[in-house]
């Protein structure tokens, strides 16, 4: 079936640092999806990328979807102690791709 | 608050107990999910509806658990003899079509079974 994996599991960062985590699907896919974790809450969807090689910015945020349509990237320039959390992409799946096959996550932590 | 609600928001049971729990979807919304969370991984797809109607199930969920959304309003998810293994964060999610598809997730419900 489906996998969706994401590298790396955990990244400890100093505050102003960058942070990047990538997620590569074992298939092709149709869309990508990005969510945002607290500590102690549920997944809030950030952004959604359709076409290959796409890239989008929500301020210090950046978004890519690999032209090949299997591997997607999150950057955070100039992190803040407000970015922690737990980072998941999440592809379609399913027999009609309409459930999300989430990837493992990655939690970022920030020093102040 | 027009959010995804569920409850309750903690369950302490017993192995070998059964549990419900709700889930109130965005009202608009006609899809509505259950994924199921344990800590340190990402959400786990357990079942989606389409208004009443269950279209599908994943593979991992045992007999042991199922779910209604009779009115293709709210939902329900039962687990019957519950296992230690059941202990999880229960996410419920809603979503209006059509594809592509942004989820809005619920609080959730964290189930431990003793």
């Known amino acids: 079936g489906q996998q969706v994996m994401q590298i790396p599991q955990y990244q400890h960062v100093q505050e102003g640092e960058d942070f990047t985590t990538y997620c590569n699907s074992s298939?092709?896919?149709?869309?990508i999806q990005w969510y945002k974790q607290r500590p102690g809450g549920h997944p809030v969807f950030l952004i959604q990328?359709?076409?290959?090689?796409e890239v989008k910015k929500q301020k210090r945020l950046t978004f890519q979807f690999g032209e090949a349509k299997k591997n997607s990237s999150l950057h955070i320039t100039a992190t803040q102690t407000t970015d922690v959390g737990t980072y998941f992409c999440?592809?379609?799946?399913?027999?009609?791709?309409?459930?999300?096959?989430f990837g493992g996550g990655t939690r970022l932590m920030v020093k102040p | 608050d027009t959010g995804v609600s569920q409850d309750p928001r903690h369950k302490i049971t017993k192995r070998g107990q059964n549990v419900t729990f709700r889930c109130d979807p965005i009202?608009?919304?006609?899809?509505l999910y259950w994924y199921r969370q344990t800590l340190g991984q990402g959400p786990e797809f357990l079942t989606y509806?389409?208004?009443?109607?269950?279209?599908?199930k994943s593979r991992l969920l045992s007999d042991r658990f199922s779910a209604e959304r009779p009115k293709g309003s709210f939902s329900t998810l039962e687990i019957q003899r519950t296992e230690q293994g059941d202990s999880a964060m229960y996410l419920c999610?809603?979503?209006?079509?059509?594809?592509?598809?942004?989820?809005?997730f619920g609080p959730g419900t964290r189930l431990t079974v003793l």
């Open positions: 999610a809603s979503s209006l079509t059509p594809k592509p598809l942004e989820q809005f």
């Open positions: 298939t092709t896919l149709s869309n």
């Open positions: 990328l359709v076409k290959s090689g």
């Open positions: 999440a592809g379609p799946g399913g027999n009609a791709g309409n459930m999300l096959t």
């Open positions: 009202s608009e919304h006609n899809r």
């Open positions: 509806f389409q208004n009443e109607a269950q279209l599908e």
